[in-house]
């Protein structure tokens, strides 16, 4: 198998195990789609704040789609808004206690694997995967 056969069956795994848990966790009524937002929502609060721009922004769509979704979701009473101290204008997302929960649990694949490869792989390999991973990353965020 060659790198990026590799790359597409993680990722393959990796949405076929969140389609997976979404459908045990009992969250029949929301849509990978949902489920999708309330993630980077989660993300973008714990990096410095997420706003409906900076999500429109990060998903490529219009701040009027980004707000429909958002505003769904906040009826849904999952996602809440807040306005900043400091700048009246700008209003912050974030996800519900129990929506940061239920994120918590479908991270536990992950938490197991990154677990299994700290004892299968010395730091060296860890630093180089990590640094490899890195480069991805900085790649796909070229597009942002």
Do not use: W
Not at 37 to 52: H, K, N, P, R
Not at 89 to 102: G, I, M, P
């Amino acid at each position: 198998m060659d790198l990026r056969d590799t790359l597409n069956q993680y990722y393959y795994g990796t949405t076929v195990c969140d389609l997976r848990q979404l459908s045990r966790t009992g969250g029949g009524e929301l849509s990978f789609n949902s489920i999708m937002y309330l993630d980077v929502i989660s993300f973008q609060e714990a990096d410095g704040g997420c706003t409906v721009g900076r999500l429109a922004k990060t998903l490529r769509i219009s701040a009027p789609a980004a707000t429909l979704k958002v505003n769904e979701l906040v009826k849904m009473g999952l996602v809440e808004k807040s306005r900043s101290e400091t700048d009246r204008r700008v209003v912050y997302l974030r996800v519900t206690n129990q929506v940061a929960e239920s994120l918590k649990s479908y991270d536990s694949p992950f938490e197991r694997a990154a677990q299994a490869v700290e004892r299968r792989f010395t730091a060296d390999e860890i630093r180089a995967f990590c640094s490899i991973l890195g480069t991805f990353t900085e790649e796909y965020k070229k597009d942002f």
